[in-house]
T-cell receptor, first 119, second 113 residues
Framework: GAVVSQHPSWVICKSGTSVKIECRSLDFQATTMFWYRQFPKQSLMLMATSNEGSKATYEQGVEKDKFLINHASLTLSTLTVTSAHPEDSSFYIC???????????????FGPGTRLTVL | AQTVTQSQPEMSVQEAETVTLSCTYDTSENNYYLFWYKQPPSRQMILVIRQEAYKQQNATENRFSVNFQKAAKSFSLKISDSQLGDTAMYFCAFMRVAGNLIFGKGTKLSVKP
């Protein structure tokens, strides 16, 4: 399957600061990717869908001005948590989706996740 | 709206035995995909198996197989010959037309030696 990397793998920041998380597809190009959030001992919840070259689509209840998503290329998407607060502490996971046909069609490839702790 | 329900928060099984994890879902769509993902302590999401709704034949991947009942909207995962490395959280997921996944709450599986 495709390889997806995330950076950083974990980050600790002070309340009020901004944190940028990068998600890279290392071996294929994808027009669509997704950002999920996972609180401790809970499931993954979709935050937003990111399309290369256009604005991201946010799920209900997710503040687009707080969670800035940039999908500037087919291999890189970034999530910036602005003015982070302790309640933003969570595990953030990106995934790329393949819809181009082939054996991996309609499969999602997940990054290893980023653990964010806001003090 | 689509929903995915996993009614077993935790399960345990003895090594080498068989265990079945339950999943039901709700959708009005006719064509879709269903998945089982494994999340070990590393938290990396690993695809276990997937099923296309238009295929009647149940998917199998080595020791993993599913029982897909479309009319009942049921999608259970059977793990045969359980191994210690199977210990993980297991998430059932439904793929929407938009491509993103809707996950169930997960089942924590413990394989005991």
């Amino acid at each position: 399957g495709a390889v997806v990397s995330q950076h950083p793998s974990w980050v600790i920041c002070k309340s009020g600061t901004s944190v940028k998380i990068e998600c890279r597809s290392l071996d294929f190009q994808a027009t669509t990717m997704f950002w999920y959030r996972q609180f401790p001992k809970q499931s993954l919840m979709l935050m937003a869908t990111s399309n290369e070259g256009s604005k991201a689509t946010y799920e209900q209840g997710v503040e687009k001005d707080k969670f800035l998503i940039n999908h500037a290329s087919l291999t890189l998407s970034t999530l910036t948590v602005t003015s982070a607060h302790p309640e933003d502490s969570s595990f953030y996971i990106c995934s790329y989706a393949s819809f181009a046909g082939g054996p991996s069609d309609n499969e999602q490839f997940f990054g290893p996740g980023t653990r964010l702790t806001v003090l | 709206a689509q929903t995915v329900t996993q009614s077993q928060p935790e399960m345990s099984v003895q090594e080498a035995e068989t265990v079945t994890l339950s999943c039901t879902y709700d959708t009005s769509e006719n064509n879709y995909y269903l998945f089982w993902y494994k999340q070990p302590p590393s938290r990396q999401m690993i695809l276990v198996i997937r099923q296309e709704a238009y295929k009647q034949q149940n998917a199998t991947e080595n020791r993993f197989s599913v029982n897909f009942q479309k009319a009942a909207k049921s999608f259970s995962l059977k793990i045969s010959d359980s191994q210690l490395g199977d210990t993980a959280m297991y998430f059932c997921a439904f793929m929407r037309v938009a491509g993103n996944l809707i996950f169930g709450k997960g089942t924590k599986l413990s394989v005991k030696p």
